[in-house]
């Protein structure tokens, strides 16, 4: 055993010199300072993180946990269990719901999709609950829905007590969880998207503002969600486009509104202007050779499974950092296609990305005297 972990060691060290010519270790990470407590951006295209502080950490998420009773309620409308036209009733203790309110009338009805606007523009908690139990009966199975789905998005940071962000010490969310929610409701639901754009909303002859004020700014803002208490400060959860990119930032912990607004126009500004998406590998490409053990060949090449896109800071390719990983020598027979490594990169100022490696070539499996002269061999040279 101890010869064969030998030579692993010395395959393990022959890929690192083979990619020692394209790894650099030179630059700092690239960073931007931000008086938010919790900030965290991410580009769509290639999920690559380009912004982290106190990106995994429990904060109280205020409104912007209306993103979820949203994600719930479009859920429902693409699986066809609800339609926009469908009238949900307004119960007493949706009247009541002290905070932000749509203004709704105990007693009455209200369209899905007024719900809609009143949630996203208004930041209704009175609609809020209506559609919690509209959609579950009470806000208790609302909640327990809103947790379960979060599970199941990869959630990890993430418990709610409530459907509309009112303080609660066991309501919290992560900025990156809050990101990871905000693409879905991009990605999953982009037929509703453009709810997340609209400027105002009347009802009950009432006109509110939304209270993105980013909206409509030459910085391509296009969504989603403000919030705001005492516990959580000032936050916003934002998505912006420009030339075919879109990031998403989440801030929070802030002082005032204008604070808010001003850090999340100078973190996309940065964001879009110091960064930029790279293609690394294209499928098919040869990263490495990987040593095989008791095949009718030594090697086969290692090559990338897809096109590997990195958001990367501008004129940075030199700084990045790669390292192969994988338990060799291969054992024969190998079988082109086969995932049998990764390569793990790691862009500056980023968390590292693993990158799956397929075997290039078929490498079948020698005799049985072939495997036999060939540990002799092995015990001959060692």
């Known amino acids: 055993m101890s010869g064969i972990r030998c030579q692993i060691k010395k395959i393990v060290m022959a890929v690192t010199l083979f990619l020692l010519p394209v790894i650099c270790y030179l630059s700092p990470a ?4 931000t008086t938010a407590r919790q900030a965290f951006m991410i580009d769509m295209n290639t ?4 912004l982290n502080k106190n990106g995994d950490e429990s904060m109280h998420p205020s409104s912007m946990s209306k993103l979820m009773t949203i994600y719930i309620l479009f859920q429902r409308l693409k699986e066809g269990r609800v339609h926009l036209d469908d009238k949900f009733s307004i119960s007493e203790k949706a009247w009541r719901t002290q905070g932000s309110k749509t203004f709704v ?5 209200i369209d899905v999709e007024e719900l809609i606007h009143g949630i996203i523009i208004q930041s209704g908690n009175d609609a809020c609950i209506v559609v919690a139990e509209g959609l579950s009966g009470t806000e208790e199975a609302f909640v327990q829905e ?3 789905v979060a599970a199941t998005l990869g959630m990890k940071h993430s418990h709610f007590s409530n459907p509309t962000g009112l303080p609660d010490d066991s309501h919290l969310m992560s900025a990156r969880d809050l ?3 905000g693409e879905h409701l991009i ?3 982009p037929e509703y998207y453009h709810y997340f754009s609209e400027r105002e909303y009347t009802y009950n002859h009432i006109t509110q503002s939304n209270r993105n004020r980013l909206l409509g700014k030459e910085i391509g803002v296009d969504g989603l969600k403000t919030g705001h208490t005492d516990e959580g400060g000032y936050g916003i959860a934002l998505s912006a486009q420009q030339n075919g990119r879109r990031l998403i930032l989440i801030i929070n912990g802030m002082e005032s509104d204008n604070e808010r607004i001003e850090e999340g126009d100078k973190l996309l500004r940065w964001g879009f202007r110091e960064f930029e998406d790279k ?13 095989v053990w008791f095949g009718k060949e030594m090697e086969t090449s290692l090559v990338a499974q897809n096109d590997v896109l990195l958001t990367l800071p501008i004129n940075s390719e030199k700084d990045i950092k790669m390292m192969i990983k994988y338990s060799g020598p291969l054992p024969a027979p190998v079988v082109k296609g086969d995932h049998v490594a990764d390569l793990i990169v790691t862009p500056p100022g ?3 990305m693993i990158i799956p490696l397929v075997a290039g070539e078929d490498v079948p499996k020698i005799s049985g005297f072939g495997r036999a002269l060939a540990v002799l061999k092995y015990y001959v040279h060692r």
């Open 47 to 50: 999920h690559s993180v380009m």
């Open 279 to 291: 293609v690394l590998l294209h499928k098919g490409q040869k990263v490495a050779d990987a040593r």
């Open 350 to 352: 980023s968390e590292a």
């Open 105 to 109: 009338g105990v007693g009455e009805q």
């Open 187 to 189: 990605t999953d639901f």
């Open 146 to 148: 809103m947790n379960r």
């Open 179 to 181: 990101a990871t929610l």
């Open 30 to 33: 690239l960073a931007i300072e």
